[in-house]
Antibody
């Protein structure tokens, strides 16, 4: 089982960050699927999670800008973060959470330039 | 805003034992917070170690154990190895949202 993620790695302020996480060896119909980020040299921040058939839950500090979705036909899930600023520069990870988080993607460094 | 607090740094000798804790600004941490623990080494994605307070993943070395210690979640490393030098993060559940602790840098000296 693995997660492979991709998306634009260089953005300008005010643009929308869009990332995709593809699931191999498991089905997105089961488990919670999470997005987590880590600014360079700093700690981890939970962005939100989604499970098939339910509304996503988001970090309250990001809820006004974040949208997560899931496509079971492609076995993928997605992150959109609107109106990015330099403070959104980070490594973004996708992850699986059946009970605890047990699988992480490789991470995508997204840099926002002003 | 909920804050999860960990020791910023701890030092342990090889073969020794060290306990990391994870405290919540909302009060005592219980099993209902489903504490998770992760190990992260430079340039790598975090590696899951513990979930739901005490449960180990199939790859978690036996020297790592999770518990509740007083009003905090705890991760104990027994018989520390040089390769255990890393950053360790806890993660707590708050009824729909999760919050990471700030991380503990463990140095093996």
């Amino acid at each position: 089982v693995r997660l492979q993620q991709w998306g634009a790695q260089l953005l300008k302020s005010s643009e929308t960050l869009s990332l995709t996480c593809a699931v191999f060896g498991d089905s997105v119909r089961f488990s919670y699927w999470s997005w987590i980020r880590q600014p360079p040299g700093k700690g981890l921040e939970w962005i939100g999670e989604i499970i098939d058939g339910k509304s996503p839950t988001y970090n309250p500090s990001l809820v006004s800008r974040v949208t997560m979705s899931l496509d079971s036909s492609k076995n993928q899930f997605f992150l959109n973060l609107e109106s990015v600023t330099a403070a959104d520069t980070a490594i973004y990870y996708c992850a699986r959470r059946p009970t605890g988080i047990d699988l992480w993607g490789q991470g995508t460094l997204v840099t926002v330039s002003s | 805003q909920t804050v999860v607090t960990q020791e910023p740094s701890l030092t342990v000798s090889p073969g020794g034992t060290v306990t990391l804790t994870c405290a919540s600004s909302t009060g005592a941490v219980t099993g209902d917070y489903y504490p998770n623990w992760f190990q992260q080494k430079p340039g790598q994605a975090p590696r899951p170690l513990i979930y739901s307070t005490t449960h180990k993943h199939s790859w978690t070395p036996a020297r790592f154990s999770g518990s509740l210690l007083g009003d905090k979640a705890a991760l104990t490393l027994s018989g520390v190895q040089p390769e255990d030098e890393a950053e360790y993060y806890c993660l707590l559940y708050y009824g729909g949202a999760w919050v990471f602790g700030g991380g503990t840098k463990v140095t093996v000296l």
